[in-house]
């Protein structure tokens, strides 16, 4: 499945909803599914803009969400009419490319993953019953009781 990291604190807002497009200075023409990842690295100046102040996850898979088309910004006041959409601060809106995504789904557990630069492949091992719980190689005892419903 495709992955994409996206800076804490903007992953966030992705996953809880409120940031529906994804500002890139390069296009693509993947349509589809994808796997939203956090790098080890939070953009403090934008959570002090933005007022966030809670504990974020790094360095890990926290969702997935549908990439269903890419718009391009011809001008800054095409950017700034859609900043409700991408929370970008002015000094990011040299960014011409906006992801729309939709379908946002969050994980109750975050994966731990080593992310990349653009779209990049993650293979997530299948699950298999074992002992009546689902387990699967790469979710251990702390994570696999997010897949049946305990916590």
Known sequence: MKCLSVSQPFADLIISGKKTI???????NFRGEFLIHTPIKIRTEDCKRLKITKKLVTGAIIGKA???????????????????FHFASKKFQDKTFGFKIKNIK????????????GFFDVELPKTRIKNKDIVTDIVDEEYRYQWIGHH
């Open 22 to 28: 994804e500002l890139r200075n390069w296009n693509t």
């Open 106 to 117: 969050q994980l109750r557990i975050p994966i731990p993953w080593k992310g990349q630069l």
């Open 66 to 84: 549908e990439l269903y088309d890419v718009k391009k910004y011809n001008s800054s006041k095409e950017l700034k009419k859609d900043q409700k």
